[in-house]
């Protein structure tokens, strides 16, 4: 099969003609089979082309996760027009921005957000279908003429990923639809582990049908780019999918659903997830029984040692892990925690590589700059020539996608060591400083739910490390100084954070990514000195 025609509604479909009766979801009381899933998607293809939509249309999903998630993603897809994810947490400004930035055609939304949607339809004279969940879209469906249009599906189509917006404006990554399945899905390889890709649809079917049906749980909304591509790698092998009917992150709820649903892999997202998972576990031991958990695992962020050591106890058939990945450059891979300072070691291969920050050359053994990824990256920016121009590259010939993320090319000049976002990285007095790095250090003392770091001005220093806390009791006047010496018995002096600010909850998204620019405002309207 030529890979333009890796579109990944057909992947789907193939798929679910070769395991109809398997459940492809479950989501509270709703069981949907693979037949109904891929039926439901084409009904919907059929009613959008039929209003309108059309190849290269946007289609905006403000959606909770469920089946009507997925059968309008995949009904976009099936008409080549672009899925566009959108945060059902945004009020009306931020709703407003993602129409107009993704210039919407079409859109479908959870019953429960007409009050913050309707206001805004007419303002958007691209946006000529809206359909809400419920009696509406129930209708649409049964009205539907099949079979849907399929002309010129192809690989080449794209989807959007909206990404962004605690550090500034979200942004539309786009991905052809070959690329992300090669580059973020595993290209049909993530279970079987083969060392080889897919060559057809019917090989990617003919793996689903005899292989076990594995129950995975996205503890994350779909609405995010892990969860949602952690869900396709899932489909794409045929496993049902098991989603909370919970939207808000409860430790305890998301516990009770692993156990009554027999759950074998899970993924969160770092430890603003594995944290309160943990204290759930210890507070209420023996409450679930998680011995058919096979894989848990965090993509987005990684779990610290000593969290993935405290859950494992709970979980005895599991195998910890860490993936990494970005929104511009798909699912890079796993690797251990360092013992020394870094996120992660990551194994090289031909298309991943550490350059200088300005992309112009890579970087010698023992030196540091930013990961890069060749072979299946995005295309660029939706709407944003110099934004794809920053970030997407060309050094001798290869395209490039830079990651953001700084690395450490270590000495065989075969592996890195993942340190953090370049982007938040802090320079005090000439030393870089990650985050990442102090946060772990923080969460690890035993009275830390949460941890923030963030890099604020300075007259001596240009900048001093300062954290953002939130402690497990109110917080005591020596608090501020016990945490400095935590961090002291384990960083460099000049890593110790000189602001320690508590609050009793920090601002994270629904997936548990963190609003760095919150932490920054708060750290600095404390007016501490260092």
């Known amino acids: 099969m030529s890979q333009t025609r890796f579109n990944l509604a057909d992947l789907f479909s193939a798929v679910a003609s070769a395991v109809p009766d398997r459940l492809a979801l479950v989501a509270g009381d709703a069981r949907t089979s693979y037949a109904a899933l891929e039926a439901r998607a084409e009904r919907l293809a059929s009613h959008l082309a039929a209003r309108g939509v059309k ?310 053994p023992g030196e540091t700059g930013i990961l890069a990824r060749s072979g299946h990256v995005p295309v660029g920016y939706w709407g944003d020539a110099r934004k794809t121009a920053d970030t997407f590259i060309v050094l001798d010939g290869v395209r490039y996608a830079l990651l953001g993320d700084a690395a450490r090319l270590e000495a065989d000049g075969r592996t890195a060591t993942l340190l953090g976002r370049g982007s938040q990285c802090i320079n005090t007095g000439g030393e870089k400083v990650f985050p990442e790095e102090v946060e772990d250090v923080l969460r690890r003392h035993p009275d830390v739910t949460d941890a923030l770091v963030v890099g604020v001005a300075d007259e001596r220093w240009g900048q001093r490390v300062a954290a953002v806390v939130s402690l497990r009791r109110a917080p005591g006047r020596e608090d501020a100084a016990l945490l400095a010496a935590h961090c002291r018995a384990h960083l460099a002096g000049y890593k110790i954070p000189r602001t320690i600010v508590f609050e009793a909850e920090l601002s994270r998204s629904v997936a548990g990514k963190a609003n760095y620019r919150w932490a920054r405002e708060r750290a600095e309207a404390a007016g501490a000195t260092a």
């Open 55 to 364: 190849r290269g249309d946007t289609v905006g999903l403000l959606l909770y996760n469920g089946a009507d998630y997925l059968a309008t993603f995949f009904a976009a897809c099936k008409l080549g027009a672009l899925p566009v994810n959108i945060n059902y947490r945004y009020v009306a400004d931020e709703l407003a921005y993602i129409f107009d930035n993704a210039k919407l055609s079409a859109l479908v939304y959870d019953a429960s957000l007409a009050p913050a949607v309707e206001p805004l339809l007419s303002r958007f004279p691209t946006l000529h279908t809206a359909i809400a969940t419920g009696d509406a879209l129930e209708t649409a469906l049964a009205c539907a003429a099949l079979p849907a249009p399929s002309e010129g599906r192809s690989g080449d189509d794209l989807m959007l990923l909206y990404t962004g917006g605690t550090t500034g404006m979200p942004k539309g990554v786009m991905w052809p639809h070959a690329a992300l399945f090669f580059g973020a899905l595993g290209g049909g390889d993530l279970y079987r582990r083969s060392g080889q890709p897919v060559a057809s649809a019917e090989e990617l079917a003919g793996y689903a049908k005899g292989a076990p049906a594995l129950r995975f749980m996205p503890v994350a909304p779909m609405m995010h780019g892990a969860a949602m591509w952690a869900t396709l790698c899932a489909l794409y092998a045929g496993q049902t999918v098991v989603c909370s009917d919970k939207l808000h992150f409860d430790a305890c709820h998301v516990l009770d659903v692993m156990a009554k649903e027999k759950v074998n892999i899970s993924a969160i997202v770092g430890d603003a997830m594995a944290m309160p998972i943990r204290d759930a576990l210890e507070a209420h031991p023996g409450r679930w029984d998680l011995s058919a958990m096979y894989v848990f695992g965090s993509g987005g962020a990684p779990i610290a040692r000593h969290l993935q050591d405290a859950i494992k106890v709970y979980m005895p058939n599991a195998q910890m892990g860490n993936g990494y990945g970005t929104s511009e450059g798909g699912i890079i891979g796993q690797g251990p925690r360092p013992d020394g300072d870094g996120l992660m070691k990551l194994t090289l291969d031909a298309t991943l590589t550490v350059l200088t920050p300005d992309g112009r050359a890579r970087v010698a």
